[in-house]
């Protein structure tokens, strides 16, 4: 999912796919094996088609949370327990900055009013 970036003045900084990586053929794993659900009519469907609209949006929220739990785990190595927040999409500095280890403790969250923010979050 592409995160949508805007300057303090509403100014759209993420514009294009130049702001976000794109899955492209090297994504794919090497060993990729589908099968087909056999002897499952569905009598009620078009087609004896299977569902097309749960499934997939229900499954993608499963990385989102294995990603969340890898994080739970990396921040009990570190010593930290408890509840954090994640918000989805689950970039790469989001996923690195709820680590919480020796080296995002070299980039202390800013006070509320001491700067100005180059981008809003929305």
Known sequence: MEEQVYSPDGVLYSQGPGMYKIPGFADIPVHFNVSLLRGAPN????YSSK????PPLLLASSVFFAIKDAIYSARADAGLKGTFRLDSPATAERIRMACQDQFTAQFPAAEPGSFTPWAVKL
């Open 43 to 46: 009598d009620k469907a078009i």
């Open 51 to 54: 569902g097309v609209g749960e």
